[in-house]
């Protein structure tokens, strides 16, 4: 029964190996030389080499461009000394040199007729994309920013120019200085987005109370015509870090911004941990409803696609820096009139 089961998990392994779309080789040392004995359909695949040239060749040989050959030997050296690899890296294919994430596994089991394997996650192209659209953002955003100072400073001076403006050439002025802002506030939602999605080490447990009530005394200097409530418990850690606070400027400024009221009305709460260990944080407001398509959007009950994508990067901002910490959005009707966006965090 014992001899079954071991046949039964070994099919299984190889079955799962055979069809998973990491490239994965198993090698033997002959000497320090890593030599190939196996490897799977992606490997072929990914590396373009046939079957008949890979196995029985140096795995260093075919893979390793020569200026990382001492990086290569230094693994190897891990790998006999029964030490696991980890590291993103460049190799070479058929068809060019691309990223991968390697993970080097050494095998301790003297009966098998291999010494250990390693697994390849090819990264390129996500690398690429990322390193464009870093491009693209750093210099869209510093000529955006440049032309938007240059729209308001020339809309002003135009109005000092003119010797009795209008009605209309104080609309249009106004208009176009409105537009202006609206403009800047996207930069800066791009750059705390951009701050959000990059990966930061470290553990992310905040006291989330003495955040928000810095949040809310900053938001009522910058709006003093607006009312910001607060109905807060004594403590409370959450998962999460520094960045939640874009999250939370972030709904406390829309809530008054695009409130017509004369007196924008914003209620913050926090609850404690329920039984299941979640919080929410919620802000309340009594302003006009968030677009149906956004909700529906941000809540998750429709696909973005190229009409329905949401007019500003305020709330992708919102949900993806709760998300960063496992976390979820919401957003209903509130007691208020208006809105009720809660963020449910994990309690730390």
């Not at 992606?42 to 590396?47: E, T």
């Not at 980890?86 to 080097?104: C, N, P």
């Not at 938001?219 to 607006?226: D, F, G, L, N, T």
Request: hydrophobic share 40%.
């Amino acid at each position: 029964m014992t001899d079954d089961r071991s046949i039964g998990k070994a099919t299984r392994y190889r079955h799962l190996v055979e069809h998973t779309r990491d490239a994965i080789v198993e090698f033997e040392f002959v000497g320090e030389t890593p030599m190939i004995r196996w490897v799977n359909e992606a490997f072929i695949d990914i590396f373009g080499y046939s079957r008949e040239v890979i196995e029985g060749a140096s795995l260093n040989d075919l893979i390793v461009p020569e200026w990382h050959t001492e990086e290569a030997r230094h693994f190897d050296t891990r790998t006999i000394a029964g030490d696991i690899n980890h590291k993103r890296v460049q190799r070479e294919t058929a068809t060019g040199l691309r990223q991968f994430l390697y993970r080097g596994i050494p095998y301790e089991d003297d009966e098998l007729p291999v010494d250990g394997a390693a697994i390849y996650t090819d990264l390129t192209d996500l690398i690429r994309q990322r390193r464009q659209l870093k491009v693209l953002n750093r210099v869209l955003r510093h000529n955006l920013r440049n032309q938007v100072n240059l729209i308001a400073g020339h809309t002003t001076r135009l109005l000092d120019a003119i010797d009795e403006p209008s009605t209309e050439h104080v609309e249009t002025a106004v208009a176009v200085e409105q537009a202006a802002r609206n403009l800047e506030t996207l930069t800066q939602e791009a750059d705390q987005i951009e701050d959000v999605i990059a990966p930061q080490p470290g553990d992310v447990e905040l006291e989330c109370v003495s955040l928000l009530q810095t949040v809310v005394a900053d938001m009522r200097r910058q709006y003093p015509a607006a009312t910001i409530r607060m109905r807060l418990p004594e403590a409370l850690s959450v998962r999460a870090d520094r960045r939640l606070r874009f999250a939370i400027e972030g709904l406390i400024d829309n809530a008054i911004r695009h409130n017509p009221a004369e007196t924008p009305i914003v209620e913050v709460t926090a609850t404690e941990a329920d039984s299941s260990g979640w919080a929410d944080v919620c802000v309340d407001d009594n302003g006009p409803r968030i677009p149906a398509t956004e909700r529906a959007i941000i809540n998750g009950d429709i696909e973005m696609d190229s009409t329905r994508h949401g007019s500003g990067l305020g709330l992708w901002l919102i949900k993806w820096t709760t998300e960063l910490y496992g976390g979820d959005v919401s957003i209903t009707t509130s007691d208020l009139g208006g809105n009720r966006v809660c963020l449910r965090l994990l309690c730390a």
